[in-house]
C-alpha cells in the first residue's frame, strides 16, 4: 500500500503539528540528513496518537532545538521506517516571522518537499542573527538593510565582507544604525573587490564574534531562486546580492561585460 | 455505473487535471471510476489521488517516447487540435484499443481530440459524454469545422460556462446531443479559510502570455509604491519566467513581486495570502478564481472571456476590472489593499458565494448528465429527442468556417507561390 502524506501546521513559536490517517504506525522519526558518506547520528523520536475521526497526531513542541540542516521524516510502525509525503503545509504563522523580536540562540524550522518529493524541515540555528530585508540599487550603488536578533544593540558595529576561500580577506563597511541599535543599512559600492563570492556578516561591537547576514524568518526553505536580485555596476565590476543554498546573504562579484 | 474518464496526461499539473481528478473522486463516493491517461511521463501524478479512483495510462513516455510508431503522425487525433504534436499513431492505436475493451457504462473525454476519439470509437452500448474546458470561440475554424463532425456522435457535451455552451448550441448543429454548461468543481478546502491579514496577494497558474502575469507586475508597482510592506507571489511556471523577472528588475520590484515557482496543491499558498489575482486576456473557466474564493480570498479578476464573470460578482466577493488595463487593475488592487474591512468582508462573500463549486452540487449534475446518456443508450435512443432550434445560425457558422479555411489555405498558396 502507499505511504499516507502527513499533513503539517507550524505555530510562530515554531511548534509543528503533523497529522496524517490513523492506523499507520505508533511514531515518526526527524533524521539530520547526513552528510554524503557519514552515518547519521542525530535522530528524534515523536509519539504518533490518535486524536478521533481517523487523524493521528504527532507534535514537535517548540523545545527541543534542532540542529541546523535538513530533517527528513519517516513513518515509524514496528522496526519498519518509510519516508512520508507531504500533505497540506500549513505554514501561514511564518509569512511575517520577520515583524517579531527574537532571542537567542536563533532556532527556525521550515517544513518544505525535497525535490524528489518528499516531507523534510529546514532548519536553522544561530547564536544570534542578521535578518537581511530590503536590497536597493540605485546605479552602482548597492544598499542593503537588516536586523540584528539575539545579541545586544548594535555599538560601534561593523558590517564585514569576507571573501571566500581568500584566506581571511575582509572588507569593512560602516553601518547605518537605527536609533534602537537593531535595524542597521550599509552600502557597498566599492570598485576595488576582487572577482569572487564575499559573505556578509555584521559585527556587532568591537571584539564581539560576527554575525552571519541571512535572510531566514519566513515560510520560504529555499528563496536562491525566489528573492533574486540584479547586479550593480560599479566601475568595471558588476557586484549582485543573492542567496545561497543556506539563504545566507552573499556577494557575486564579476567583471562587467 | 461503471465511468471512465479519456485524459491528456494525468500526470502534468494544469486545471483539467485537478478538475478531472475532483470529479472522479467525488464520483467515486457511489460509482466505480477510473482515468485513462493517455501520455504518462513521472512514476505518480502532481494531485494525490483517491485510491478508489484507479489510474491507467496508455502509453508511457519514459520507456516509449521512441517507439516507432510514436514517430509517426497521428491520423483519428484531428491535426487541428492544441496537443496534435503530442499525438501519434501509437496514441491513435493505444486510444482505440482503450475504448473498444472499456468496461464502462460511459466515458468521459476531457478535450477536444479525445472527444473525437470517443464519439468515432467507442462501442454502441457506451455513453459518451464529451467536455470542453476549453471555448469553442477561441478554435480555429479547422478544429471547429472537425468537432462539428466529429460531436454529433457524442451523447452530452458539457462546457464549463454558460457562456460557451450557449455559442456550441448557436454555432454547432448537434441533433440528439444534450449541450450543457458544468462548472469546475473545487473541493471543500481541508486548510482554515486566510483571514484577510495577510500583507500578500497571490496569482496561479502557467507562466504563459495568455495569463498576462507582466500585467499583474506591472500594476503591483503601484501597489509597492503606496504599500512598501505588501508583496506579490506568482505561483507556476512557463516561457515567461525570464521575460517576468527582467520585467520584475526593469521595474525595481524584487523586494515585493516574487516569482514561486510551481506549487501543487495550491490550498497551503492561497492561506498565506489574502487578495487573489487573475489577469487573462481569455480564461475558459478560471479554475484558480475558485479555488482562491474557497479559501476566503476576494479576487481582482480581468472580465475576460468567459469564465470570472460567471464566478465573480463585482464589488461584493471580488472585482472584475477591463482586460487588459493596468490602470484599473492597479486601482482595484489598492482599494483592497487599503481597506482591511472591505477586504475580510470580501472574504467571507467570497466564501460562500464559492460554495456552488464545491463538488456537491456539481457532482449531482454531473451524475443526472451521464445517467441520462447511460438510459439513452440502453434504450437504443438519442439524449435529446426535440430538433434543437438555431439551426440556421449554425449553417452560418459552419458556411463561415468552411470559408475561413479555405481562405488561409488561399493564402498559403498565395505566400508558396512568392519568391
Known amino acids: 500500500m502507499t505511504t499516507p502524506r502527513a499533513g503539517c501546521a507550524i505555530d510562530a513559536e515554531g511548534r509543528i503539528t503533523f497529522a496524517l490517517p490513523a492506523g499507520h504506525g505508533h511514531g515518526l522519526l526527524l533524521r539530520l540528513r547526513p552528510k554524503k558518506g557519514q552515518p547519521e547520528e542525530t535522530l528524534h523520536v515523536l509519539d504518533l496518537d490518535s486524536v478521533g475521526e481517523g487523524r493521528a497526531q504527532a507534535v514537535l513542541g517548540a523545545e527541543p532545538v534542532l540542529a541546523e540542516g535538513r530533517w527528513d521524516v519517516y513513518l515509524l510502525d514496528g522496526d519498519e521506517r518509510t519516508r512520508l509525503r507531504p500533505g497540506p503545509r500549513d505554514l501561514r504563522a511564518l509569512v511575517d516571522g520577520h515583524l517579531r523580536e527574537r532571542r537567542g540562540p536563533l532556532a527556525v524550522r521550515v517544513p518544505y518537499v525535497t525535490k524528489d518529493g518528499y516531507l523534510a524541515v529546514r532548519t536553522w540555528l544561530r547564536p544570534a542573527h542578521a535578518e537581511a530585508d530590503r536590497v536597493d540599487i540605485t546605479g552602482g550603488t548597492l544598499k542593503v538593510a537588516a536586523r540584528l536578533h539575539g545579541a545586544s544593540p548594535l555599538d560601534g558595529a561593523e558590517v564585514r565582507l569576507r571573501l571566500r576561500r581568500g584566506e581571511g580577506t575582509l572588507r569593512t563597511v560602516e553601518p547605518l544604525v537605527a536609533e534602537d541599535g537593531r535595524s542597521f543599512s550599509f552600502t557597498v559600492d566599492d570598485a576595488t573587490l576582487d572577482i569572487g563570492i564575499w559573505d556578509l556578516f555584521v559585527r556587532p561591537a568591537a571584539g564581539a564574534p560576527m554575525i552571519r547576514l541571512a535572510r531566514l524568518l519566513d515560510d520560504v526553505a529555499d528563496r536562491k531562486h525566489v528573492h533574486v536580485y540584479p547586479g550593480a555596476t560599479a566601475g568595471e565590476l558588476v557586484v549582485r546580492p543573492y542567496y545561497t543554498v543556506d539563504n545566507d546573504l552573499s556577494l557575486e562579484v564579476t567583471r562587467a561585460g | ?55 491507467r495510462p496508455l502509453v508511457d513516455l519514459r520507456q516509449e517516447r521512441d517507439h516507432p510508431l510514436h514517430q509517426r503522425p497521428a491520423r483519428v487525433f484531428p491535426r487541428s487540435e492544441y496537443r496534435y504534436g503530442q499525438y501519434s499513431e501509437l496514441t491513435d492505436h493505444r486510444i482505440a484499443e482503450a475504448l473498444a475493451t472499456i468496461e464502462a457504462d460511459a466515458v468521459i473525454g476531457t478535450r477536444p481530440g479525445l472527444n473525437v476519439h470517443l464519439a468515432g470509437q467507442a462501442p454502441p452500448h457506451v455513453a459518451r459524454v464529451g467536455q470542453e474546458h476549453l471555448t469553442l470561440d477561441n478554435h480555429s475554424p479547422r478544429l471547429r469545422t472537425a468537432l462539428r463532425r466529429a460531436y454529433r456522435g457524442l451523447d452530452v457535451l458539457t462546457t464549463v460556462t454558460e457562456a460557451d455552451a450557449a455559442a456550441y448550441r448557436r454555432r454547432m448543429r448537434l441533433p440528439g446531443v444534450r449541450v450543457e454548461a458544468l462548472p469546475n468543481s473545487v473541493p471543500d478546502p481541508v486548510l482554515p479559510a486566510a483571514d484577510g491579514s495577510a500583507k500578500v496577494v497571490v496569482a496561479a497558474g502557467r507562466l504563459v502570455p495568455v495569463k498576462r502575469y507582466d500585467l499583474l507586475v506591472e500594476a503591483f508597482a503601484a501597489v509597492a509604491a503606496e504599500h512598501p510592506d505588501w508583496q506579490l507571489r506568482i505561483y507556476g ?183
Not at chain 2, 502534468?12 to 478531472?20: L, N, R
Request: aromatic share 4%; with cysteine; glycine share 8%.
Open chain 2, 237 to 419: 511556471k512557463g516561457e515567461e519566467q525570464d521575460r517576468l523577472r527582467r520585467l520584475i528588475t526593469d521595474l525595481g520590484l524584487w523586494n515585493n513581486v516574487f516569482l514561486m515557482g510551481a506549487a501543487a496543491p495550491m490550498e497551503a499558498e492561497w492561506v498565506k495570502g489574502s487578495i487573489g489575482a487573475a489577469t487573462s486576456d481569455f480564461e475558459p473557466f478560471g479554475m484558480t478564481i475558485v479555488e482562491a474564493m474557497r479559501c476566503g480570498l476576494p479576487v481582482v479578476s480581468t472580465d475576460c472571456p468567459h469564465g470570472p464573470a460567471e464566478i465573480i460578482a463585482d464589488r461584493v466577493d471580488g472585482r472584475l476590472v477591463p482586460v487588459g488595463d493596468r490602470d484599473a487593475l492597479a486601482a482595484a488592487l489598492l482599494e483592497l489593499v487599503g481597506d482591511d474591512e472591505l477586504r475580510r468582508r470580501m472574504s467571507r462573500a467570497a466564501q460562500e458565494n464559492a460554495r456552488r463549486f464545491a463538488p456537491g452540487p456539481v457532482v449531482e449534475q454531473a451524475e443526472r448528465l451521464i445517467t441520462e446518456a447511460v438510459s439513452a443508450r440502453r434504450a437504443g435512443r438519442r439524449v435529446v429527442r426535440q430538433r434543437q432550434g438555431g439551426t440556421l445560425t449554425a449553417r452560418g457558422s459552419a458556411a463561415r468556417d468552411t470559408a475561413l479555411i479555405a481562405a488561409s489555405g488561399a493564402l498559403r498558396l498565395v505566400r508558396k507561390g512568392r519568391p
Open chain 2, 1 to 55: 455505473m461503471k465511468i471512465s474518464f479519456l485524459l491528456h496526461n494525468a500526470y502534468a499539473i494544469g486545471g483539467t487535471i485537478t478538475t478531472t481528478f475532483n470529479l472522479a473522486q467525488a464520483l467515486a463516493e457511489r460509482h466505480e471510476v477510473e482515468i485513462v491517461s493517455v501520455l504518462r511521463h513521472r512514476e505518480l501524478p502532481n494531485f494525490v489521488l483517491d485510491p478508489r479512483v484507479s489510474l
